[in-house]
């Protein structure tokens, strides 16, 4: 790889070269057992974390945690279009180019997570787009993403969250890029993505899409249809990433409703993807223990379901550690208890992925080795 070589790439050099010559000793305390990537490899899954380098950089154990359990990352954040072309023509992949590198030093594969999204637009485009050769910038974006990382990524989405219930009769979301360039910009980014990488998956990200309520139901059907399309008019389209933001305020899964919409995607000839799974608490007025029950029992619940769809094909985590997570206990959430806390403790982070705050494993991890080895 011949990236520009910054201060920061020489930091996490030295970092990829001391993990990759060190032998992985990961705290029996933390993962006593095989590591997550082995047991989903055994059943041709993958298994991965949404990453964030500057933590990798930051933390050595984390680092130690996620090369053993990961054989897949993505990127949280480092190639969204807003983090990388911050003013016209300028891009900055410094923080993608250290997590390309070390994840290829590793052997980890990369996700190129993710090209359009409404929320990740650089703000010195917002107007540019509407302009003639709006598209032009777009594509700009698109060839210095593909050029670059080309070699390194093998599964893009392509376009991130275009559904959206309630507005539309088509259910396609007033984005900004359906504003711009009409309904028929995602296709069109497909198209563009395949020119530029005829050998990549491509995929669409959604989210949403998990249980038995009405607008989840709306979002699913009018997700399927917008998939039915680009397929019926040989639109290049590989997989779907499912984003799978569980929370405990949303009811029960239900195996039928979830079962029979994977296998309508499955059934369109599209692959599979838990692409950013993670579980958002409600009772966080809980003994901790109940808490990291329910959501253990939540990702069970999900992942057994999902695991009987062969179409899947692998399962990312919304990073790896409640450290980490983009979910917060928020305002709301605090004050359905208006009672609790009051001797200044607080219900501290929500507890909702597979390691708690100083990286021991919890019963999630339990839950989703479970799952898997129970394909066997
Ligand atoms: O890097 C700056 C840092 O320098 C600064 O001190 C800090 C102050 O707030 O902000 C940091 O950047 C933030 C970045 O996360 C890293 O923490 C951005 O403001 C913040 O917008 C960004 O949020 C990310 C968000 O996507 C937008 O890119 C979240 O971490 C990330 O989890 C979230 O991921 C999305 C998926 O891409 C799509 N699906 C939903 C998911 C959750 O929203």
Not at 108 to 121: A, E, P, Y
Request: proline share 4%.
């Amino acid at each position: 790889m011949s990236y520009r070589t910054t201060r920061r790439q020489v930091l996490s050099s030295a970092i990829v070269a001391s993990v990759s010559s060190a032998r992985l000793t990961v705290d029996c305390a933390q993962a006593a057992e095989e590591p997550l990537s082995g047991a989903f490899s055994r059943n041709n899954l993958y298994f991965g974390s949404a990453v964030r380098i500057e933590e990798v950089v930051r933390n050595q154990d984390f680092r130690n945690l996620l090369l053993h359990e990961c054989d897949y990352f993505t990127p949280e954040v480092a190639l969204k279009w807003a983090a990388v072309e911050r003013s016209p023509g300028s891009f900055n992949f410094t923080s993608m180019d250290a997590l390309a590198n070390f994840a290829l030093a590793n052997r980890k594969r990369l996700c190129g997570h993710t090209l359009l999204w409404h929320k990740s637009v650089p703000h010195w485009a917002t107007a540019l787009l509407f302009e003639k050769d709006g598209w032009r910038i777009v594509q700009r974006y698109f060839e210095a993403a593909f050029s670059r990382y080309g070699h390194a990524i093998d599964r893009w989405d392509v376009v991130n969250e275009p559904i959206e219930t309630g507005y539309r009769m088509d259910g396609l979301r007033n984005s900004i890029f359906l504003q711009a360039f009409g309904t028929d910009y995602v296709a069109r980014a497909l198209w563009e993505a395949r020119q530029l990488a005829p050998g990549a998956k491509l995929m669409i990200n959604e989210f949403g899409l998990e249980y038995d309520l009405r607008v989840e139901h709306d979002r699913r059907y009018h997700l399927l249809k917008l998939l039915e399309r680009l397929r019926q008019a040989g639109v290049p389209l590989d997989g779907i990433g499912l984003q799978a933001h569980l929370d405990l305020s949303k009811g029960a899964l239900s195996a039928d409703v979830l079962g029979r919409f994977l296998k309508e995607i499955a059934d369109l000839g599209l692959f599979i993807v838990i692409s950013e799974l993670d579980v958002k608490e409600h009772e966080y007025i809980l003994p901790v223990e109940q808490r990291d029950n329910r959501v253990a029992d939540e990702t069970r619940r999900y992942l057994d379901i999902a695991f009987g769809q062969p179409a899947v094909r692998g399962l990312i985590t919304w990073g790896l550690s409640d450290r980490h997570s983009w979910l917060q206990v928020t305002q709301e959430d605090v004050a359905r208890y208006p009672n609790a806390w009051k001797d200044g403790s607080t219900p501290g982070v929500n507890r909702g992925l597979p390691f708690d705050y100083s990286l021991k494993p919890k019963p999630m991890y339990r839950a989703i080795a479970d799952s898997v080895r129970r394909l066997r």
